[in-house]
């Protein structure tokens, strides 16, 4: 029995599976964290509580974005990946 033939997923789906997540976990992230300190304080800066709030989410988010695109990355089979380039030497080249 022959195993079925694996289709690739479509481009926007990976997108959607990459920015969704990091998007729900970034808006959990600042809920817990701004619960507890104060934006303003943290910045030491002159900015409004929206400011040092949407600046808090953004960071979070490119945070949760780049281990979503690792895990991604690391999904991607094997063979996908070329391999490294084999350098034959005998031993009368040493």
Same mark, same amino acid.
């Given at each position: +029995?022959?195993?079925? %033939?694996?289709?690739?997923?479509?481009?926007?789906?990976?997108? =959607?599976?990459?920015?969704?997540? #990091?998007?729900?976990?970034?808006? +959990?992230? *600042?809920?817990?964290?701004? *619960?507890?300190f104060d934006p303003v304080q943290l910045?030491? /800066? %002159?900015?409004?509580? %929206?400011?040092?709030?949407? *600046?808090g989410f953004f960071i979070f988010w490119? /945070? *949760?974005? #780049?281990? #979503?695109?690792?895990?991604?990355?690391?999904?991607l089979p094997t063979h996908y990946i070329?391999?490294?380039? =084999? =350098? !034959?030497?005998?031993? !009368? !080249?040493?």
């Open positions: +029995m022959s195993k079925p %033939e694996l289709k690739p997923v479509p481009q926007i789906q990976k997108i =959607i599976a990459v920015l969704w997540p #990091s998007f729900i976990i970034a808006g +959990m992230a *600042t809920v817990g964290f701004f *619960t507890f910045l030491h /800066l %002159e900015v409004s509580n %929206e400011a040092a709030y949407s *600046t490119l /945070l *949760t974005l #780049s281990s #979503s695109l690792l895990t991604l990355y690391f999904q070329p391999p490294p380039p =084999i =350098i !034959d030497q005998s031993p !009368d !080249d040493l």
